[in-house]
Nanobody, 125 residues
Framework: QVQLVESGGGLVQAGGSLRLSCAAS????????MGWFRQAPGKEREFAAT????????AYADSVKGRFTISRDNAKNTVYLQMNSLKPEDTAVYYC??????????????????WGQGTQVTVSS
């Protein structure tokens, strides 16, 4: 089992940047594929990015591709989401999640077993 805690959210102007972090408990972090999802007010939770156990493979939603970068540091049990060129439509609660198998790029919510509590990102126009 793994527990996840997100941080780094906040209020930023359009065009700005934020880096989200997700710290995981336990000694098995490197055995999980990790993902970032987001949920805007009144909308369903949606996939943003995923990374395999080593960090060697990543995948992104079309809406964030080229602006967001997912990475991980297994020594620190942490996954990151660097968000650049932010837009008002990026406003959402951002969640990190963990899943197995570790060498997969998973985009569906029901593929992830563990979730953090979320961190709010607000982008003003």
């Amino acid at each position: 089992q793994v527990q996840l805690v997100e941080s780094g959210g906040g209020l930023v102007q359009a065009g700005g940047s934020l880096r989200l972090s997700c710290a995981a408990s336990g000694r098995t972090f490197s055995t999980y594929t990790m993902g970032w999802f987001r949920q805007a007010p009144g909308k369903e939770r949606e996939f943003a990015a995923t990374i395999n156990w080593s960090g060697g493979s990543t995948a992104y939603a079309d809406s964030v591709k080229g602006r967001f970068t997912i990475s991980r540091d297994n020594a620190k049990n942490t996954v990151y989401l660097q968000m650049n060129s932010l837009k008002p439509e990026d406003t959402a609660v951002y969640y990190c999640a963990a899943a197995r198998p570790p060498n997969a790029l998973l985009r569906r919510i029901n593929e992830y077993a563990y979730w953090g509590q979320g961190t709010q990102v607000t982008v003003s126009s």
